[in-house]
C-alpha cells in the first residue's frame, strides 16, 4: 500500500497538540493499511461525505455483537480498508490491567489486526479498530483461550457494563461497584452476547454521587451509590481546615494560587441547597435538605464523610441524541440496597422489571428513555411500582404531579372527557 | 391453546421468509406467538440463529434478524449459506 498524499490531514499536524494522524503515520511503518485509512479520510475531507459502510453480517459464532462490520466504499482505491471492522472486548472492572494483559492484547492486536485500538469506548470497552473477516475466527478464539477474555456488547443488546473503581481505592464509594458489575455481566451473558431488546441498553455502576463513570449521563440504568442518614463530621477536622492546615480537595488544587481557604465562600456558599451553615466554630447540616451533590466532601475529605447507612439510588434513561436531544437519567428509585448477599436480587428484579415492560412497548430503535417519554413519568412509575414522590418532580411546589385514579377515590367519580376536551383542546 | 415452541419456530422462519424486507426486528417476530412473552421468543429466534436458520445482521447499534439465503452480505455473496 502506498502513501498517498493528504494535505489537509497534515495540517492537523501543525501545533501543540498531539494528532491522530502523527499517530497513523507511525503506525503505518508497521502496518501498511493505515496509510490507506489517512487516503480515504483525505478523500472524505474533499468529498464531504463519509466513505465508510457501516454494518453488516460479520461477527464470530453463536455471539450476536462484539464485532460491528465496517467497510469502505472505495476499496479499489484504498485496498487495505476494503474491510475495517471493529471488535470491542470487554475491559476489567474498573479497567484495572496488569501490563502483561496490555501487552498480550496488543500483540494479538497486532498479529491479527490494524493495531490500532480506542482506549476506551464510551460503552467503556476496549475497542479495536480495524481488522478483516477472515481474522475474527482466529482472533477470538485466541482472546477467549488464551487471554480469558470476551467480547462486549453491541447491536440491541445489553452493552458491556462498567463501573468506577469503587471501593477498591476510593474511601466515598456505597457499594462495591466492581463486584455487581462483575456479578451481572455473568448473570447476563446472553443478554450481552445476543441481541434482546428494541435498541440498545447500558448498565453504569458509580459508587457515588461524582458518577466517575458519568452514568447518569451515558446509560440507561445508572446505579449510583448514596446513603439514607447523616454526613459524619469530624469537628476537629474542619476546624483544621479553617486553619489552613489541611490541603482542600486533598491536595489536588495545591500547586496553584488561589489564597488561603474559606469554608463559608468555598463550601457553604456552593452547596445547592444550602442546608450548611455554622455556629461558633461548629459545622452544622440539614442533611434532610442535602442532594447528595458531593461538594463539600470533596472539598474536606478528611472532615466529612458519607453517612454509614449506604446503597444507591437508580436513575433510567439516559441516552445520546438519536430521535430526540441527549437527556439525562431521571431518578426512578431514591435508595436501593446494594448487597451481595443476596446476589443483588433487588437490583435484578428493578432491571427485569423495566425490560419485560421496554420489549413490549418499546418501539424499535427507541431507547428505554424515549420510551419513559413517550409514556410519561406517572405511567412509568406505576409500571415500575413505585410511588411518586416530591423528588421525581422538577418543581414539586407548583405541579400538582398527584392524579387520583376513579378506583382511588371512595366512592369513585365521573368525568365526561368528550365535555371536557370542549372546553380544553388536546 | 398455547403454541409449542416448535410452532412458534415454524411461525417465526415463515415470517423471515415471506417478510417483504429480508431484515427484521425483533419485535417483528412478537405476533407470530401473541400469548407468549416477548424474552422467550427473543429465545427462540436466537436458538434459530444456532441452528442455522436465522442470521444477525448489526448496523453496530441495531441487531436484525434475516434468513441466510434472503441476505447480501457487504463482501458481495449472495446468501451466506
Not at chain 2, 417465526?12 to 417483504?20: R, T, Y
Request: proline residues 6%.
Amino acid at each position: 500500500m502506498a502513501k498517498h498524499d493528504t494535505p489537509m490531514l497534515d495540517e492537523l499536524e501543525k501545533g501543540p497538540w498531539p494528532s491522530f494522524v502523527t499517530d497513523l503515520k507511525r503506525q503505518a511503518e508497521t502496518h501498511p493499511e493505515c496509510w490507506d485509512i489517512l487516503g480515504q479520510l483525505e478523500l472524505s475531507y474533499e468529498d464531504k461525505i463519509t466513505h465508510w459502510k457501516h454494518g453488516g453480517i460479520v461477527g464470530v459464532f453463536g455471539y450476536g455483537g462484539g464485532i460491528v462490520g465496517r467497510y469502505s466504499d472505495v476499496p479499489g482505491r484504498f485496498p487495505g480498508v476494503e474491510h475495517f471492522h471493529t471488535i470491542r472486548v470487554a475491559q476489567p472492572s474498573g479497567m484495572y490491567y496488569s501490563t502483561e494483559n496490555l501487552r498480550a492484547l496488543m500483540d494479538l492486536w497486532d498479529k491479527y489486526g490494524s493495531g490500532m485500538t480506542n482506549m476506551h469506548g464510551s460503552t467503556g470497552d476496549m475497542i479495536l479498530l480495524g481488522t478483516r473477516t477472515e481474522n475474527l475466527e482466529p482472533l477470538f478464539w485466541d482472546l477467549t483461550h488464551d487471554l480469558k477474555q470476551d467480547l462486549g456488547g453491541s447491536g440491541s443488546n445489553l452493552r458491556t457494563p462498567s463501573c468506577c473503581l469503587g471501593e477498591s481505592r476510593c474511601e466515598w464509594s456505597c457499594y462495591d461497584t466492581q463486584d455487581i458489575c462483575y456479578a451481572l455481566t455473568m448473570h447476563y451473558q446472553d443478554e450481552i452476547h445476543r441481541p434482546a431488546f428494541p435498541y440498545k441498553f447500558k448498565f453504569k455502576f458509580s459508587g457515588c454521587a461524582n458518577d466517575c463513570v458519568a452514568a447518569i449521563a451515558r446509560s440507561d440504568f445508572a446505579v449510583i451509590g448514596t446513603w439514607k442518614d447523616d454526613i459524619q463530621i469530624d469537628q476537629a477536622a474542619v476546624k483544621e481546615y479553617v486553619a489552613g492546615n489541611y490541603s482542600v480537595n486533598g491536595g489536588s488544587h495545591k500547586d496553584g494560587d488561589w489564597g488561603p481557604f474559606s469554608l463559608k465562600k468555598e463550601v457553604i456558599d456552593l452547596c445547592p441547597t444550602q442546608c450548611m451553615w455554622m455556629e461558633g466554630e461548629e459545622l452544622k447540616i440539614d442533611n434532610s435538605e442535602c442532594n447528595r451533590c458531593m461538594h463539600c466532601i470533596n472539598v474536606m475529605p478528611r472532615a466529612l464523610r458519607p453517612g454509614k447507612e449506604k446503597g444507591a439510588t437508580i436513575c433510567m434513561g439516559a441516552k445520546a441524541p438519536i430521535l430526540d436531544g441527549a437527556q439525562f437519567a431521571t431518578m426512578i428509585i431514591p435508595f436501593i440496597e446494594v448487597s451481595k448477599e443476596n446476589e443483588y436480587e433487588n437490583i435484578i428484579d428493578v432491571i427485569e422489571r423495566i425490560w419485560d415492560w421496554w420489549m413490549e412497548v418499546g418501539k424499535n430503535r427507541e431507547r428505554v428513555g424515549e420510551t419513559m417519554q413517550r409514556v410519561g413519568l406517572p405511567t412509568f412509575l406505576s409500571i415500575m411500582e413505585v410511588e411518586p414522590i416530591p423528588q421525581h418532580i422538577r418543581e414539586p411546589r407548583s405541579n400538582p404531579y398527584v392524579f387520583w385514579k376513579e378506583e382511588e377515590v371512595p366512592g369513585g367519580f365521573e368525568r365526561d372527557i368528550v365535555a371536557f376536551r370542549k372546553r380544553h383542546a388536546a | 391453546m398455547a403454541m409449542s415452541k416448535e410452532e412458534v419456530e415454524a411461525a417465526i422462519i415463515e415470517k423471515a421468509k415471506k417478510a417483504p424486507k429480508p431484515q427484521l426486528y425483533i419485535k417483528d417476530f412478537y405476533k407470530c406467538a401473541p400469548d407468549m412473552k416477548p424474552r422467550q421468543i427473543k429465545n427462540i429466534a436466537n436458538k434459530l440463529v444456532q441452528k442455522g436458520e436465522l442470521m444477525f445482521w448489526s448496523s453496530g447499534s441495531t441487531t436484525m434478524y434475516a434468513r441466510p439465503d434472503r441476505i447480501k452480505d457487504e463482501e458481495g455473496s449472495e446468501g451466506v449459506n
